[in-house]
Nanobody, 126 residues
Framework: QVQLVESGGGLVQPGGSLRLSCAAS????????IGWFRQAPGKEREGVSC????????YYGDSVKGRFTISRDNSKNTAYLQMNSLTPEDTAVYYC???????????????????WGQGTQVTVSS
């Protein structure tokens, strides 16, 4: 079964950190760019960060630049999103997606991707 499974979400205080994971099964992530997206209540899904398949080029949205770090470990068929200095504005359901869209900025600018995970809730609150 082809699927992406996110994990690592939860409740964290402002200023805290979380590390999200996106594990693929049923297919190999090596050939796909990976993106993290988020959707807050009442808002459209937006691209947070994306990483290319071959040369690990990265893209970050302006709101997370300098605070979030995307990475991938193809040997584990998994991608990660390290989130630091979290604020209440980061509260959302976070999704990962796999895509062949290049370059990575273009991947983050669209939600038209073939593979999506089910999402993991991130809540930043005191």
């Amino acid at each position: 079964q082809v699927q992406l499974v996110e994990s690592g979400g939860g409740l964290v205080q402002p200023g805290g950190s979380l590390r999200l994971s996106c594990a693929a099964s049923g297919f190999t992530l090596d050939y796909y760019a990976i993106g993290w997206f988020r959707q807050a209540p009442g808002k459209e899904r937006e691209g947070v960060s994306c990483i290319s398949s071959s040369d690990n080029k990265t893209y970050y949205g302006d709101s997370v630049k300098g605070r979030f770090t995307i990475s991938r470990d193809n040997s584990k068929n998994t991608a990660y999103l390290q989130m630091n200095s979290l604020t209440p504005e980061d509260t959302a359901v976070y999704y990962c997606a796999a895509s062949v869209i290049t370059p990575v900025k273009d991947m983050c600018m669209t939600t038209r991707h073939g593979f999506w995970g089910q999402g993991t809730q991130v809540t930043v609150s005191s």
